[in-house]
């Protein structure tokens, strides 16, 4: 009889470290930051920079801290003109995710602290990242639309720069506030894979940069951060509000996966969800069209229905974005904007506590098996 290895397939449940940063509850369906239970943060006006803050440091930042951080945070935000450039030669039709895993990679290469791996270092690549990548994000959007890069505004927040960027337009107020609130609700989630890419990769003392970009490359894949985009992609293939049980239906019968449903750990409703749909039907109203969300609503009960499914934090946030005019490939990036802030604070608290992170395989292959010589094959 093979020895029990106590293998988990996926480490379902694998308890791999410790951790001060989030909380994670999914019977209840609780999300904690630092103690904070997300809607208390949500419903209490916290700002994106804010929880940003409480990640990397485990506290709020009193009225002083705050303002230098958001300041700090903003001065940030341009991009060395080499990773510009490499930006415009680019294909226009990259998929938006590797450009973002590309130009993470190569702005390493002209940070300051390139080389430098003291705490306060490190801290400082990390605010350059939670900066810049939003301008990676909307320049290379831009650039694909053959419209120049639009230079970043300080006094904006980082949910208005976002917008400011894109469109080389100030966002509307309900814009900037369900952006912020979308900023904050992606920040962390304990370790989820691309979080727990960049831990691997930080526990080997590699740098930063090198573990967001493993971070980045992570998020991408549509089990994980890239199923915002595929759930606007079926929304869209649906069509027609008629059609959604009748395609769900035939889905579900050929086994296929529906976007924005279940979760590792999640067996109740994903509070992060609760505010999504809350946002989905404003922005749906605000824009005039609440189809999608209607939509969505209808293929979320029946999914319910039928598999004890609930919607994750990427179902909802579709048509929030799309209502608001996003771009669909741009989801997936913008998940990235805010996720950037939990996985610097993971990869900080990696360094700060580090162990090479190395487990086994339960070996099934072959064994005892007798060489040939090439001669004899
Ligand atoms: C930000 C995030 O990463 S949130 C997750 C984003 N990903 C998605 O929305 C993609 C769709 N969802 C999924 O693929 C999965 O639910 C995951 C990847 C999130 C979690 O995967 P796991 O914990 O490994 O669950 P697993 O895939 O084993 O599913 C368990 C059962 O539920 C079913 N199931 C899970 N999710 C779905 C889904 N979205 N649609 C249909 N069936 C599903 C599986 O087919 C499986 O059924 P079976 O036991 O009859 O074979
Ligand atoms: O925790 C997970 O496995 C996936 C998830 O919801 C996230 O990363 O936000």
């Known amino acids: 009889m093979a020895a029990d290895t ?31 239970d997300i809607h208390d943060l949500v419903n209490g006006g916290a700002t994106f920079e804010e929880v940003v803050y409480l990640l990397w440091h485990g506290e709020l930042p009193s009225k002083t801290e705050l303002k230098a951080f958001t300041e700090k ?12 450039e490499m930006l415009k ?8 995710m590797a450009v973002l895993r590309t130009a993470v990679s190569h702005l390493g290469l002209y940070d300051p602290d390139d080389g430098d791996e003291s705490i306060e270092a490190n801290l400082r690549k990390a605010a350059r ?43 509307s107020a309900f814009e900037e506030k369900a952006f912020n609130t979308a900023l904050i609700l992606h920040a962390d989630h304990e370790l989820n894979a691309s979080t727990f890419s960049a831990r691997v990769t930080a526990g080997t003392l590699s740098d930063m940069y090198s573990a967001i970009t493993s971070a980045i490359g992570t998020l991408k894949g549509p089990l994980h951060g890239g199923a915002n985009e595929q759930v606007m992609r079926m929304l869209l293939e649906i069509g027609e509000k008629d059609q959604a049980l009748s395609w769900i239906e035939e889905a579900l019968a050929n086994k296929k996966k529906i976007m924005g449903f279940g979760h590792r750990v999640y067996r109740t409703e994903d509070p992060r969800a609760t505010h999504l749909r809350q946002l989905s039907k404003q922005a749906g109203e605000l824009a005039g069209e609440t189809k999608w969300f209607e939509m969505s609503q209808i293929i979320e009960q029946f999914v319910k229905e039928k598999k004890g499914l609930n919607a994750n934090v990427d179902f909802y946030s579709a048509s929030t974005y799309y209502a608001m005019g996003i771009p669909t490939h741009l989801y997936t990036p913008i998940f990235a904007c805010s996720r950037i802030s939990g996985w610097t ?19 099934v292959g072959k064994v005892d098996r007798k060489y040939i010589p090439i001669a004899e094959r």
């Open 129 to 171: 990242l939670v900066a810049k990548i939003p301008t990676i994000v909307t320049s290379f959007e831009r650039i694909r639309q053959g419209l120049e890069p639009v230079a970043p505004i300080p006094e904006l927040s980082a949910a208005a720069s976002f917008f400011y960027q894109l469109r080389g337009e100030r966002p």
């Open 89 to 96: 030669r680019l294909p226009k039709d990259a998929n938006a």
């Open 73 to 84: 945070l903003a001065s940030e935000r341009s991009l060395p003109e080499p990773v510009l």
């Open 345 to 363: 604070a993971h990869v900080l608290e990696q360094y700060r506590n580090n162990r090479l992170i190395r487990p086994r395989a339960e070996y």
């Open 6 to 36: 106590g293998f988990k397939a996926g480490l379902e449940d694998v308890v791999a470290n410790t951790s001060e940063i989030c909380f994670l509850d999914g019977k209840e369906g609780r999300l904690i930051f630092q103690g904070y």
